[in-house]
């Protein structure tokens, strides 16, 4: 599987540009993930960290879910993908999971990110967010979401560089 990544535009408006970057660091993620085996991708390739490739996806899935579907949506009785206990560090253990699930569950909750972002009126709509007991934009959503994608995008060319030593993009 090839993942097609498109830049974003060089000019555009404050949805359009963060609409285009959170897709393009969504693609990067996916193109760390290219072409590895489920067993590459469940490498702990850089020791002592037990992160791996497929730990990352099934993170950004919950995060996704979590900022688009619980706060912003307001789905507050939707438990975590991999947690009804709401424990995010479950997903971290990509010890048998496969990349079909992983991506299947991932790009399941990028479309419900999409949707709701597509639907909201304005980036000014808010949601609750009930770990920070404070109500956040949906522009802040969406620009936590570019920094949580682009620090675990530099994450996964650590790994994926120590897993067969591709580099770059």
């Known amino acids: 599987m090839t993942t097609e990544r498109i830049g974003p535009p060089l000019v555009g408006g404050e949805r359009e540009m963060l ?6 660091h969504r693609a990067t993620l996916a193109m760390k993930c290219d072409g590895l085996s489920d067993e590459e991708l469940r490498r702990r390739s850089s ?3 037990t992160l791996t490739l497929l ?3 099934r993170h950004m899935a919950e995060v996704e879910r979590t900022w688009f579907r619980i706060v912003i949506n307001g789905e507050t009785s939707l438990p975590l993908v991999w947690s009804e206990e709401m424990d995010y560090q479950v997903a971290y253990d990509a010890s048998s999971a496969t990349r079909s699930e992983a991506f299947a569950a991932w790009q399941a909750e990028v479309e419900h990110s999409r949707r709701i972002e597509r639907e909201a009126e304005s980036l000014d709509v808010t949601g609750h967010n009930a770990r920070w007991g ?6 802040m ?5 570019l920094h949580d994608y682009a620090r675990h995008n530099g994450h ?3 790994l994926r560089e120590a897993i067969d030593g591709t580099v770059g993009a």
Do not use: E, I, T
């Open 19 to 24: 609409r285009a970057f959170l897709d393009y």
């Open 47 to 49: 020791p002592p960290s």
């Open 55 to 57: 730990s990352l996806v």
């Open 134 to 139: 404070q109500d956040v934009s949906l522009r």
């Open 141 to 145: 959503v969406m620009l936590h979401m």
């Open 156 to 158: 996964a060319d650590f």
